[in-house]
């Protein structure tokens, strides 16, 4: 990877892409630490400090903390994503998306962008009107009034657009995915503290008189944690990089006095082929009882609610079934949106191809569609476990920081490899030499 973006940087072009980027990154940095008036900014830090491992905690993972500081960009990607998910899932059932998606090519792709672009505007309204009504309600805010709160939820709102204007600025002028790319760097913002934390824990297991019970790491615990991620790196990287390859054949034709056709190749099928949606999305339904207790007074010890509250807590046993039988679930839902078997054997045959063995129509398409069971099984299995292997290590190490641990990791190496890839294509079409010499 240094390696890429060394050779990368000997480019003029793809250096000021590369600086661009950069810019970009360092804009929405300065963004996430301009605080929007009006708001108890730590009175807040230390209502969220309580929901760490709610919905609202993973909100400000992908943030990079400027969720929990009501900065201008609270709100983050959140609405973008959101949208963007929401228009992928009507495009399946409402028959005018799909054909605008489909059928109408690059000027249908720009419909479909600027539908994205309006519901992300719509979103970032709701969405910072539910932020304001939650400090509200808490006594969070220094100004109370309705010109302070209209001030408060167009600026949230603004910041979400303007997020989403910087990610498109990426994607022309810069490297890589616009807003992959904006999501990494707010994870990779928290790397520093995350450091500081465990180095804080080790030391102070070694310099204080502490009891058995008190909530720091061992140095055994802080070993486990670095030996983990590294392994889990290691075991994203390996996954992302594989698939299931089907061999598909063409027959041969002639048209006219030329023969086309003939040749074998392959079709591909990622073990991952739904990203890290069914992780966000499972954790989110997951830690929804987590969040709606937060909101109300905690009941009292030995209690039905308490036993309750307890039982499903984001780091009991419970709650880790159900998280990962979560991701098994929206990653099939996520595989049969993106990839539908049918569709793929009728463009085989009208292609003149085949998978050898099996006939073309409706076997080849049944074919497909048991392999992509099986390859969809594994990649839920992959991400389910790299999702629970911080929450375990998190029990073991007896701390609740590493809960979104998971996500994140997926999220960062995925980026990172995409980026790299799109360098490395970049610098091949610069060094391609061509037939004439």
């Known amino acids: 990877m240094l390696k890429t973006i060394r050779n990368a940087w000997k480019l003029p072009d793809l250096r000021k892409k590369i600086i ?3 810019l970009i990154i360092l804009i929405y940095r300065i963004g996430n630490a301009v605080p929007v008036p009006g708001i108890d900014a730590a009175m807040l830090s230390s209502y969220f400090s309580s929901l760490e491992n709610t919905v609202l905690g993973l909100y400000n993972a992908m943030s990079g903390g400027a969720f929990a500081s009501a900065t201008i960009f609270a709100l983050s990607i959140q609405p973008y994503i959101n949208s963007s998910i929401i228009i992928q899932l009507l495009t399946v059932a409402i028959p005018a998306l799909e054909r605008m998606q489909k059928e109408e090519g690059e000027v249908g792709k720009k419909k479909m962008e600027r539908i994205t672009r309006y519901t992300t505007i719509g979103l970032g309204l709701l969405m910072g009107w539910a932020y304001y009504m939650l400090i509200s309600r808490n006594n969070l805010l220094s100004e109370t009034g309705v010109w302070p709160a209209l001030v408060i939820i167009l600026t949230f709102a603004a910041g979400s657009t303007f997020i ?18 904006i999501l990494l760097a707010s994870i ?39 030996i983990g991620i590294l392994a889990i790196i290691v075991f994203i990287v390996f996954i992302s990089d594989s698939e299931r390859r089907l061999p598909v054949s063409y027959a041969k034709r002639v048209v006219g006095r030329k023969m086309y056709g003939g040749q ?37 010890e030995g209690t039905f609610w308490h036993g309750f509250l307890k039982a499903i807590d984001t780091k009991s046993i419970l709650y880790i079934i159900i998280y990962f039988l979560l991701i098994i679930g929206f990653s099939y839902f996520y595989a049969s949106i993106q990839f539908n078997p049918i ?27 048991k392999v992509l069971n099986k ?15 911080p929450i375990l290590a998190g029990k073991l190490v007896n701390t ?10 997926i999220i960062v190496v995925g980026v990172a490899l995409e980026t790299v890839k799109q360098l490395e294509n970049q610098m091949l079409m610069r060094h391609y030499k061509g037939f004439l010499e």
């Open 400 to 409: 609740s920081n590493l809960a979104i641990g998971g996500t994140s990791l």
């Open 164 to 181: 989403m204007w910087l990610g498109e600025q990426i994607n022309e002028f810069g490297i890589g995915n616009g807003i992959s790319i």
């Open 20 to 22: 661009f980027t950069g």
């Open 375 to 389: 390859v969809t099984m594994f990649g839920a299995i992959y991400l389910g476990i790299v999702a629970i292997m």
């Open 264 to 300: 074998s190749t392959h079709l591909p099928m990622k073990l991952n082929m739904s990203g890290v949606m069914p992780v966000i999305f499972a954790q989110s339904i997951a830690s929804l009882p987590a969040t709606a207790a937060a909101f109300f007074p905690a009941p009292a």
């Open 188 to 226: 990779v913002s928290r790397l520093p503290n995350t450091i500081s934390s465990l180095y804080t824990n080790t030391r102070n297991y070694f310099l204080s008189d502490l009891p058995e019970t008190a909530t720091v790491f061992s140095p055994w615990g802080t070993a486990l944690i670095i």
């Open 343 to 369: 569709e793929v054997a009728n463009n085989l045959r009208k292609n003149g191809g085949f998978i050898p063995g099996f006939r073309p129509g409706r076997p080849t398409s049944d074919f497909i569609k």
